[in-house]
C-alpha cells in the first residue's frame, strides 16, 4: 500500500492535485492494489478536496472504489483495480504521467 500524507501541502491547490495524480499513476505502474490519502481530521475541507478529485470522471476509471477508514475519518483509502483490467489509453499500456510544467522555466524573463 503507498500512503501519503497531505499535511505539508495542505495550503497548495496544485501541489495537492500533483500528490494525488502522481500517487495514482504510481500505483498503476507498480501494480499496488491500495493507496491511503491522509489529509487529516480537521475541518474537513482537505478531505473534501481528495473525494472532489476522485470523483472526476477520467480519474474514477484508474481505481476500483474509495473506502473511507472505518473509526479514522482522517483517512481515505482508494483500492486499485486489479492487475488483469486495462486502464484506459492505448491497448496493452498504461496511461502515462500527465504532463507537468517545469519547475526551472524562466518563462522568457
Request: no cysteine; proline share 7%.
Amino acid at each position: 500500500m503507498i500512503s501519503v500524507d497531505l499535511h505539508p501541502i495542505f495550503r497548495n491547490n496544485q501541489d495537492i492535485e500533483l500528490a494525488l495524480r502522481r500517487t495514482l499513476f504510481r500505483a498503476l505502474h507498480t501494480g499496488e492494489d491500495m493507496v491511503e490519502f491522509i489529509p487529516g481530521k480537521g475541518a474537513g475541507q482537505l478531505k473534501q478536496r481528495v473525494l472532489t478529485f476522485l470523483a472526476q470522471k477520467h480519474i474514477r476509471r484508474l481505481y476500483a472504489e474509495v473506502e473511507q477508514v472505518p473509526g479514522n475519518s482522517g483517512r481515505v483509502r482508494v483500492r486499485m483495480k486489479p492487475q488483469s483490467v486495462k486502464a484506459p489509453g492505448r491497448p496493452g499500456r498504461l496511461p502515462a504521467e500527465p504532463d507537468v510544467w517545469e519547475e526551472d522555466h524562466d518563462f522568457g524573463l
